[in-house]
């Protein structure tokens, strides 16, 4: 458990990989972990309360071996899943029995899990779709905002993340993460530029080695374009991002998916576009 500000300094590059349905697994989130950069899965992913024990009880000791090697290692998150979950309340004893160290919640208010993980010392971050619900996650207790954005992969925003952010930063200057449209290091830069702390890949890291997706799924997202990203209507009601046709479902980023490769690969290959965009960004003002 950490305060955002010490989650934010532990990190090598300002990127969670994002929870995902069907996709994360202990696998996944160990590698972002062991990249420098933020793992996080939805409990739901986790078919029982003893599977989780289990995910986290794996995850945990891979983070602390690497740690006692002495590498670096980025935080871990928990997704808290609202609406339709009947085993909030346990997912949360469990989760902050296992030390995460910040919890994301989504499809729903966080009004009834901020109290016991604030408690507990864990920061919470909302992921929210609108001004109105900004507004009512912070009210809630949220210390921080996912601001889903048009084009995100999973359930979508509508908004455009470049005024959603600037909206937001009116009245709220905490913990700010961008979901959607992040393809690479140079839109991660353009995250920060506009005044976002961190942001999510998501269907990035769907094509690794290590995400559970089918090697179907993968490959498709290697083959897939931009325009071939729509939004349907998921079984839940909730809009998503899917590739035509129906075979499965990705965010507009899908253009930055090349190869389907490593997580170390990935993380890599984004930090350099990083530090060349920023770099550019430097030498542009003088
Ligand atoms: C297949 C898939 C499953 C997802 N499942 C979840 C989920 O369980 N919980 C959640 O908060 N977000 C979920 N998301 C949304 C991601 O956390 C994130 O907002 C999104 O992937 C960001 O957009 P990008 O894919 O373009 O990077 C999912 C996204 C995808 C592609």
């Given at each position: 458990?950490?305060?955002?500000?010490?989650?934010?300094?532990?990190?090598d590059?300002?990127?969670?990989?994002?929870?995902?349905?069907?996709?994360?697994?202990?696998?996944?989130?160990?590698?972002?972990?062991?990249a420098?950069?933020?793992?996080?899965?939805?409990?739901?992913?986790?078919?029982?309360?003893?599977?989780?024990?289990?995910?986290?009880?794996r995850?945990?000791?891979?983070r602390?071996?690497?740690?006692?090697?002495?590498?670096?290692?980025?935080?871990?998150?928990a997704?808290?899943?609202?609406?339709?979950?009947?085993?909030?309340?346990?997912d949360?004893?469990?989760?902050?029995?296992?030390?995460?160290?910040?919890?994301?919640?989504?499809?729903?208010?966080?009004?009834?899990?901020?109290?016991?993980?604030?408690?507990?010392?864990?920061?919470?971050?909302?992921?929210?779709?609108?001004?109105?619900?900004?507004e009512?996650?912070l009210?809630?207790?949220a210390?921080?905002?996912?601001?889903?954005?048009?084009?995100?992969?999973?359930h979508?925003?509508?908004?455009?993340?470049?005024?959603?952010?600037?909206?937001?930063?009116?009245?709220?200057?905490?913990?700010?993460?961008?979901?959607?449209?992040?393809?690479?290091?140079?839109a991660?830069?353009?995250?920060?530029?506009?005044?976002?702390?961190?942001a999510?890949?998501?269907?990035?890291?769907?094509?690794?080695?290590?995400?559970?997706?089918?090697?179907?799924?993968?490959?498709?997202?290697?083959?897939?374009?931009?325009?071939?990203?729509?939004?349907?209507?998921?079984?839940?009601?909730?809009?998503?991002?899917?590739?035509?046709?129906?075979?499965?479902?990705?965010?507009?980023?899908?253009?930055?998916?090349?190869?389907?490769?490593s997580?170390?690969?990935?993380?890599?290959?984004?930090?350099?576009?990083?530090?060349?965009?920023?770099?550019?960004?430097?030498?542009?003002?003088?």
């Amino acid at each position: 458990m950490a305060t955002f500000e010490e989650v934010r300094q532990s990190l090598d590059l300002p990127l969670i990989c994002a929870p995902m349905t069907g996709v994360s697994g202990p696998e996944l989130v160990t590698a972002a972990c062991l990249a420098g950069i933020a793992g996080s899965f939805p409990t739901r992913n986790c078919e029982t309360p003893e599977q989780l024990e289990d995910w986290l009880t794996r995850i945990q000791a891979a983070r602390a071996k690497a740690r006692d090697a002495g590498a670096h290692v980025g935080p871990l998150a928990a997704n808290i899943i609202i609406r339709g979950n009947r085993r909030i309340a346990e997912d949360i004893a469990t989760v902050i029995s296992h030390g995460v160290d910040f919890v994301i919640t989504s499809v729903g208010s966080p009004k009834d899990v901020c109290g016991p993980l604030n408690d507990a010392g864990i920061c919470v971050l909302a992921d929210v779709a609108s001004m109105r619900h900004a507004e009512l996650a912070l009210e809630a207790g949220a210390s921080g905002l996912v601001l889903l954005s048009a084009g995100a992969g999973g359930h979508t925003g509508w908004a455009n993340g470049f005024a959603f952010a600037r909206a937001v930063r009116r009245t709220f200057d905490g913990p700010l993460v961008l979901a959607g449209g992040v393809s690479d290091g140079v839109a991660l830069w353009a995250a920060e530029v506009l005044g976002y702390d961190l942001a999510y890949m998501g269907t990035r890291f769907i094509a690794t080695n290590e995400s559970v997706a089918s090697p179907e799924w993968k490959q498709t997202l290697v083959d897939v374009e931009f325009d071939e990203i729509e939004v349907a209507m998921a079984p839940n009601g909730v809009a998503a991002s899917m590739i035509k046709g129906g075979r499965g479902s990705a965010g507009h980023s899908v253009s930055g998916v090349r190869r389907v490769a490593s997580v170390a690969d990935v993380v890599a290959e984004t930090a350099s576009e990083y530090a060349a965009a920023r770099n550019a960004t430097r030498v542009r003002l003088g």
